[in-house]
């Protein structure tokens, strides 16, 4: 009965994101994860992730989040041939014309995650539904989304086109994850078989499979997976990507042996998908080191 109170409790303070941020994380870690978050002294990777939305606020993040605004980063950091190809960048949804795009495009808001529409044949494509879905994805805010996920607060909603990636004899493209601490991979997180089932596996820098481990919800791939010819490439991407940040997940496709930018992710999943086993929570939040506040100042601006 106790619990049942609280678990109301926290599902009305989760509503109210005008509370203290403080107060608000706390109640909504707790409510989704089911474990007790001390915002002034957190321990696993996903506490630390809370702390991070509410404090670290560097003005790098909003372009680095942004799909379109990121490319820019990614051209000057690594070089535009790691770029999948852009068709078209839309301010609104009634820009879109299916009938201007190729048979095969996925189309991206650029604003949050999980807002994509992937066609493998545009002929089977129900346009009015797909508009609808875009319409709604528009009117959306990732920051008042999600758990205030900082850096998404003030990207302007767009969508772009992108080039539909495939690969001969796979149903879905490997995902390829690395998990960046204070600029360094550390992790790869790969995904794999989403259209089908959705698997996952972790491996560490030496490319070495970390038995037993994925995240809550999903399944481990358990077989272990051929290390990618040009591997150490890409180490060096995601090392150039991803600067001096605490963390941030650097994604990358490769493709017939081409590697492609993903996204740059500082929060996965919000923060709330543990790790399992759940000793790995705190091994990964052992890796970030969450940097000072300057003194007389509320939160952190500057890398």
Not at 70 to 77: D, I
Not at 122 to 145: A, V
Not at 208 to 228: F, M, S
């Amino acid at each position: 009965m106790a619990y049942s109170l609280r678990k109301l409790r926290l599902a009305i303070i989760k509503k109210m994101q005008f509370l203290p941020i403080k107060l608000y994380l706390e109640s909504y870690y707790e409510y989704y994860v089911g474990k007790k978050l001390d915002l002034d002294n957190p321990i696993e990777f996903n506490q630390k992730l809370q702390w991070l939305k509410a404090y670290y606020r560097v003005p790098l993040l909003t372009q680095l989040v942004d799909k379109y605004e990121v490319r820019e980063y990614v051209q000057k950091t690594v070089g535009v041939k790691y770029l999948n190809e852009l068709i078209k960048v839309y301010s609104k949804t009634s820009e879109v014309s299916f009938d201007e795009l190729p048979q095969q495009f996925v189309i991206k808001a650029v604003h949050g995650y999980h807002f994509n529409l992937i066609v493998e044949n545009k002929d089977e494509l129900n346009k009015i539904k797909s508009k609808l879905l875009m319409t709604k994805w528009m009117s959306k805010n990732q920051y008042t989304r999600g758990g205030l996920e900082w850096a998404y607060k003030n990207v302007t909603p767009k969508l772009i086109a992108e080039k539909y990636l495939s690969e001969m004899g796979k149903a879905s493209i490997n995902d390829y994850k690395f998990f960046c601490f204070n600029g360094e991979p550390k992790f790869i997180q790969v995904d794999l078989d989403r259209t089908i089932e959705h698997l996952r596996c972790f491996y560490d820098l030496g490319w070495n499979k970390i038995e037993g481990l994925t995240t809550k919800g999903i399944k481990e791939y358990k077989e272990t997976l051929e290390k990618p010819k040009n591997y150490d490439e890409m180490v060096a991407v995601a090392t150039k990507l991803a600067n001096k940040f605490p963390f941030v997940r650097v994604d990358l496709y490769n493709i017939n042996g081409n590697i492609l930018f993903g996204e740059m992710t500082f929060y996965p999943t919000d923060g709330r998908m543990d790790f399992e086993p759940d000793e790995y929570n705190t091994t990964f939040g052992d890796y970030i080191t969450l940097p000072s506040i300057p003194k007389g100042q509320k939160y952190i601006t500057r890398l």
